[in-house]
């Protein structure tokens, strides 16, 4: 599972109760955005996002990877509206949750696929 630099226009805490997920952070530059941090969150560990982060998950192990999200707001109408960054170009466009939510549905079916 990768899914592409985003933002949440609002604080977030995440808590990872099994597999592993990196997460690279993102800074605005001019048009596009620059890669300025990376944390590895394994079972156990915690990060909060402030209102202002932009980051990018990636799941590099073949197991399920299960956490809790607690956003300061309602994720799918923020006050202010949200943002995706194309992984190869790293424009910004709108947030689209049916292209996020169809990343999750690929991503499941190879995991599923792997497990015969």
């Not at 996002?49 to 300061?72: E, F, R």
């Not at 992984?87 to 999750?104: C, G, Q």
């Amino acid at each position: 599972m990768s899914l592409m630099p985003h933002n949440h226009q609002m604080f977030s805490v995440v808590g990872i109760y099994t597999g592993r997920e990196d997460n690279v952070f993102w800074q605005r530059k001019g048009t596009t955005i620059e890669a300025v941090a990376a944390k590895s969150l394994g079972a156990g560990d915690v990060a909060t996002l402030g209102s202002d982060a932009i980051h990018s998950v990636l799941n590099p192990i073949g197991k399920m990877t299960c956490a809790l999200h607690v956003y300061g707001g309602d994720f799918f109408a923020p006050p202010n509206p949200r943002s995706e960054w194309d992984h190869e170009t790293l424009i910004e466009e709108p947030w689209n949750v049916e292209h996020a939510k169809s990343l999750f549905r690929e991503a499941e079916a190879r995991f599923a696929a792997s497990r015969g």
